[in-house]
């Protein structure tokens, strides 16, 4: 079993910026897919980026593309979202998922087994 909890988020200013972290517990393998999305009410759940846990390529959604940036730290078993230049659309909460078995930039949340509970990001414009 996987457990991943979100934290960092909260209210910034627009063109500030704010890092997420997703501390995963559990089983880890060097195949796990590590993928950040966002909701907001009344909305589907938007792909924002996505990192293979052993590898360094990353995808990004198109609307956070040049401005989010996803890693991972091997020792403290957390993936991060470092968030840039954010605007009052990128307003919506965040949650961390993984999957042992989805192809690397996996954009689909269906695609994902193992979901956190979600932090809020608020952006004033």
């Known amino acids: 079993q996987v457990q991943l909890v979100e934290s960092g988020g909260g209210l910034v200013q627009a063109g500030g910026s704010l890092t997420l972290s997703c501390a995963v517990s559990g089983r880890t393998f060097s195949s796990f897919v590590m993928g950040w999305f966002r909701q907001v009410p009344g909305k589907e759940r938007e792909f924002v980026a996505a990192i293979k846990w052993s590898g360094a390529i990353r995808y990004y959604g198109d609307s956070v593309k040049g401005r989010f940036t996803i890693s991972r730290d091997y020792a403290k078993n957390t993936v991060y979202l470092q968030m840039n230049s954010l605007k009052a659309e990128d307003t919506a909460i965040y949650y961390c998922?993984?999957?042992?078995?989805?192809?690397?930039?996996?954009?689909?949340?269906?695609?994902?087994?193992?979901w956190g509970q979600g932090t809020q990001v608020t952006v004033s414009s």
């Open positions: 998922a993984a999957d042992p078995n989805v192809r690397a930039g996996a954009r689909n949340v269906h695609e994902y087994d193992y």
